[in-house]
């Protein structure tokens, strides 16, 4: 099973993808994170990410970069990197 998202880069089971996930207690904070793609428990026709024991069903919505060097460069982009801690995993 593939996905296509809206940078039309195909997903399929078993990647490993980079995401911005906001710190939910500290909302001000946001880190690149390793998610796995995963088959959506909820609807076995759809993938999900599986980041911090939860799934999120995979959308285009979302802000998923194939590599680390490339989530670095959004990431640099869009908060340059001020005052926003980064951790990774």
């Given at each position: 099973?593939?996905?296509v998202n809206l940078e039309n880069s195909t997903y399929q089971l078993g990647d490993i993808v980079y995401v911005f996930y906001r710190n939910p207690h500290?909302?001000?904070v946001t880190n690149i994170q390793e998610a796995a793609v995963v088959q959506n428990p909820e609807n076995h026709e759809e993938l999900a990410l599986f980041l911090y024991e939860t799934y999120y069903p995979l959308s285009e919505e979302?802000?998923?970069y194939s590599s680390q060097?490339?989530?670095e460069a959004a990431f640099d982009y869009y908060f340059g990197g001020y005052g926003i801690?980064?951790?990774?995993q």
């Open positions: 099973m593939n996905f500290t909302q001000n979302m802000a998923v060097a490339e989530a801690e980064e951790t990774y």
